[in-house]
């Protein structure tokens, strides 16, 4: 049955720190009881960058992640720093799609400059642990939880996963625990 289990890759794209990222796919696995990959650093994909907006169309970004796939059971994440999209959406710290079983997550969003605040690094991997943990459980079909403390709580403000823990409530640990 072990042979069956999917495994987590995690890509890093554009410039991104790789000791955040083997940090992330160190931390990442335990919480999916699965083993992660890093992929060789990607470069962003140009076809992705919308010049109006100045930002990277999400979907792109997924289609050409599908394509690293080496079996259809993997589960590719990718983490980048660039500011990402979807056409009804303003900004997106990170988006996955089920079926393609592929995932992003941006750091764009999570620095504290961005808001005009003083830097602090600190924050950031909190952040991006969340959203990835958050995202990979859609990628493993686990719906939005309304537990604002649960890390699968719809986050529409830097406040709602700076408040949110960094694990699953039981309820989503059972359904995960049910699908994985």
């Known amino acids: 049955m072990g042979l069956l289990k999917s495994k987590i890759v995690v890509a890093p794209m554009g410039e991104i720190e790789f000791p955040m990222i083997t940090r992330l796919a160190a931390e990442i696995g335990p919480v999916f009881n699965r083993s992660v990959d890093i992929l060789k650093g990607m470069k962003m994909p140009t076809e992705a960058h919308n010049v109006v907006r100045n930002q990277y169309y999400a979907l ?3 289609a050409k ?3 690293t796939k080496s079996n259809a059971r993997e589960k590719v994440i990718a983490v980048c ?3 990402l ?6 900004y997106i710290l990170g988006h996955a799609d089920v079926l393609s079983g592929t995932a992003v997550v941006s750091l764009y969003h999570f620095r504290q400059e961005f808001y005009g ?4 690094d600190s924050k950031i991997y909190p952040r991006l642990f969340k959203e990835t943990a958050h995202q990979v459980g859609h990628l493993f079909n686990l719906s ?6 649960c890390v699968n709580y719809f986050s529409q403000m830097m406040l709602d996963i700076d408040n949110k ?4 409530c039981d309820i989503c640990r059972r359904q995960l625990t049910g699908m994985v």
Do not use: G
């Open 144 to 149: 939005e939880c309304r537990n604002p403390k």
């Open 85 to 90: 999209y979807l056409p009804d959406e303003n």
């Open 165 to 168: 823990q960094d694990r699953f």
């Open 60 to 62: 792109v970004i997924l």
């Open 65 to 67: 992640l599908e394509r």
């Open 117 to 120: 605040l003083p830097e602090d």
């Open 81 to 83: 720093e660039e500011d």
